[in-house]
């Protein structure tokens, strides 16, 4: 006869030799931004694995690691579900509070820069000197944030 303890021992590691692993180091084979998920591969591969802890989520935060990348992902409490919580390369970040996005924000600012007006002793002025610079400015963060 077993004491309580030792029946919870017992079952916390059959629980853990039959579960399998909590952690994974896998390459991503693909990404769906809409979804807010990848596939990863780590010898078979692992569909709809979360890049966020919530499912589908696409406001907060959202790191979008670059396809062929390693990234580390965790299991899900007690599910057959994985989240991506560390990444060797990102391809995109996102970022929204409430209806904002950094995106709209960044391209909203630059917008008005580049339409600028001062008032000077010789009247207005016509033309934005350095026009080029934000305009590669605004390409760069159309790469990394969406």
Do not use: H
Not at 11 to 37: Q, Y
């Amino acid at each position: 006869m077993y004491t309580e303890n030792e029946l919870r021992q017992m079952l916390a590691r059959f629980s853990r030799d039959n579960s399998g692993a909590a952690t994974m180091i896998a390459s991503v084979v693909s990404v769906d931004t809409d979804k807010c998920t990848c596939v990863l591969n780590d010898e078979v591969d692992y569909y709809d694995v979360r890049l966020a802890a919530t499912e589908g989520a696409n406001k907060g935060f959202l790191t979008v690691p670059a396809v062929g990348s390693k990234v580390m992902a965790v299991k899900i409490e007690d599910s057959d579900g994985w989240v991506v919580v560390a990444f060797t390369e990102i391809e995109k970040i996102q970022m929204k509070v409430k209806d904002e996005s950094l995106a709209t924000l960044a391209a909203d600012l630059i917008t008005a820069i580049r339409s600028m007006k001062f008032t000077t002793n010789a009247g207005p002025t016509i033309a934005l000197v350095n026009d080029l610079d934000f305009i590669n400015i605004q390409n760069r963060l159309n790469k990394i944030i969406y």
